[in-house]
């Protein structure tokens, strides 16, 4: 385990299973879906299906977290693994430091404009177990919101990589 309690405030978070598949999709491609109403190109790619493989090899692998409520219904999942993806190289080059890595944080619709990301995100800095490391993430480099959001989430910007529609910022927090 890698965080020291699984409660946060009346929530669980746990490691996700085959079970919960079906529901972290449903999940993401909402995600998808908000974000793009806003006008947002972000998670395309989700909403055609293209990731469903690589999520479901994420969840065997035991890097999907999930965010419940006390009817076992997902609140939020999150990605959070010490192993780079191929994604993860492309933003950040092959590195061999003691980081972890955020992909695919996603609240659900039901539980938006509750401040669900925020807490998440505090939760993590405050349960992980990570000594002498990083947490790293990445996100749309036009996406003002979620960049700002990263910002008061006490991430530093380490810089843009790509250009126009494929410009993503990266962000990173040491302990």
């Known amino acids: 385990m890698v965080f020291k309690t699984n409660n946060l405030e009346g929530f669980i978070v746990r490691k996700a299973d085959r079970t919960d598949l079906e529901s972290i999709l449903d999940v993401l491609?909402?995600?998808?879906?908000w974000v793009q109403d806003k006008g947002i190109d972000q998670w395309g790619y989700l909403l055609e299906g293209g990731e469903d493989q690589e999520i479901e090899a994420d969840i065997l692998a035991g890097n999907t977290y999930i965010m419940e409520n006390e009817n076992k219904e997902i609140v939020a999942t999150?990605?959070?693994s010490n192993e780079q993806n191929e994604w993860d190289v492309d933003m950040w080059g092959k590195?061999?430091?003691?980081?972890y890595y955020i992909h695919r944080l996603a609240v659900s619709q039901q539980y938006h404009n509750q401040q669900i990301g925020k807490r998440l995100l505090a939760w993590i800095d405050e349960n992980h177990l990570i000594k002498d490391g990083f947490i790293r993430l990445d996100c749309v480099g036009n996406n003002q919101a979620l960049n700002q959001f990263y910002l008061e989430a006490g991430f530093r910007f380490i810089g843009?990589?790509?250009?126009g529609n494929d410009k993503f910022s990266l962000y990173e927090k040491a302990f």
Do not use: L, P, V, Y
């Open 29 to 33: 491609k909402s995600a998808a879906r």
């Open 95 to 99: 590195r061999n430091d003691n980081a």
């Open 78 to 80: 999150f990605n959070f």
């Open 160 to 163: 843009h990589i790509g250009e």
